[in-house]
């Protein structure tokens, strides 16, 4: 069958509607009708870009995988759901057979066919295809925006609780406050996190970490101009906005006061910089935010700081799992983060917003939610 609408990136800023093949699936699948899906800064990436970093887009795409939908055919092996149930659905499907999906790092996997990462087609279409142990049973006292966020939900689980392994008590601060930065300012305080500074240089987006999760805030001090026109050097700007951040937060290089934890979530060479050199001696700093390949990292500080460097790839075991359970127990609201809501046929005003970072009224953009087709799967099929 064709009638499967779907947004299809072309190339570079053009997208369009196009009517895909509704997919056949395998005995251990499930067909979902996608109903509510978030436009990711990856997504963004692709359409203005046409690539991050060496992965590029090829060939037309559909774009699009933080999603939730409702099951409308399942696979004949397929025990766990059942037609009609509401799903978060986790995009990647893995090999299951390599030495990463084995030894239970499945992110890594070398063969993931990973939703709107070239060559790959997304969920911002009608139906979509995975494997029913991808798919997680909502319960009935979550909404479908809800199963959508549930995926950038788990990169910050996957960031805070597993790759970073934060205890309780401990002290955090993200540099980026867009919604994955937010997100995982949520899940430090969800995990008994004592201190969690939000740091980024858009006022309204501090405002709105200060009231969402965040202990304290930090707006980054103005590069300085040096010998007359030239801007002072990244690390220079870097060292001066540390200690900056430091004097003004109190926060100590070692000890009780200083930071356990920083977790990149912008990507900006000066706030990685700006990370390493804040953190305590022999803490722990984590990359999720996707940046520029080129990024200048301060070598000898790691070093003499014995940090704990590490990178955050998506998501893996368990993930999802712990991300659903932090929702269902109301130690995180994801509902305040969704400031912006379009139709599937506003698509392209939605990725409009989300590249500006504000509505045709001027609204500043959080996360914004794009619905599936009000129509029953059943009328379809």
């Known amino acids: 069958m064709s009638d499967n609408p779907s947004f299809v990136l072309r190339t570079v800023q053009d997208a369009v509607f196009e009517d895909r093949r509704i997919p056949e699936i395998k005995d251990d699948e499930v067909l979902i009708a996608v109903k509510k899906t978030g436009i990711c800064g990856s997504d963004v990436h692709f359409f203005v870009d046409g690539h991050i970093g060496p992965v590029a887009v090829e060939k037309p795409m559909v774009l699009g995988h933080e999603s939730a939908g409702v099951v409308c055919k399942v696979g004949q092996k397929v025990k766990t759901l059942k037609e009609g149930d509401r799903v978060a659905m986790e995009p990647g499907a893995t090999c299951r057979v390599c030495d990463d999906c084995k030894r239970g790092r499945y992110e890594l996997c070398p063969e993931m066919k990973f939703a709107a990462t070239p060559p790959h ?17 909502l319960p009935d006292h979550l909404t479908l925006e809800d199963g959508a966020l549930m995926e950038p939900l788990s990169v910050a689980v996957h960031a805070i609780a597993t790759i970073s392994q934060l205890r309780a008590t401990q002290s955090v601060a993200v540099f980026g406050a867009g919604p994955v930065g937010l997100l995982c300012m949520a899940v430090a305080r969800a995990l008994g996190a004592s201190r969690v500074v939000a740091v980024d240089v858009v006022p309204a987006r501090l405002a709105f970490a200060q009231e969402y999760a965040a202990t304290e805030t930090y707006a980054p001090l103005e590069p300085e101009m040096r010998d007359g026109d030239h801007p002072e050097g990244t690390l220079a700007y ?26 990149d979530a912008s990507g900006a060479e000066v706030a990685i910089q700006t990370g390493l050199l804040v953190v305590k001696h022999g803490g722990t700093f984590v990359q999720v935010g996707i940046g520029g390949v080129g990024a200048q990292i ?35 609201d994801l509902a305040p983060l969704v400031t912006h809501r379009y139709s599937f046929n506003e698509a392209a005003r939605a990725f409009e917003a989300v590249r500006t970072g504000k509505s045709e ?8 939610i794009i619905s599936g087709p009000d129509v029953s799967p059943v009328d379809l099929m």
């Open 238 to 263: 870097s060292l001066r906005n540390a200690r900056a951040m430091m004097v003004q937060l109190g926060i100590g290089e070692r000890g009780p006061s200083g930071i356990d934890l920083a977790v």
């Open 121 to 137: 087609d997304g969920t911002l279409s009608w139906y979509y295809a995975l494997p029913a142990d991808l798919c997680y049973k």
């Open 298 to 332: 301060p070598a000898l500080y790691l070093l003499a700081k014995e940090l704990v460097y590490k990178g955050s790839f998506r998501y893996g075991p368990g993930d999802y799992q712990l991300a659903m359970a932090l929702v269902r127990q109301g130690k995180i």
């Open 361 to 368: 009224d001027g609204k500043p953009v959080i996360k914004v």
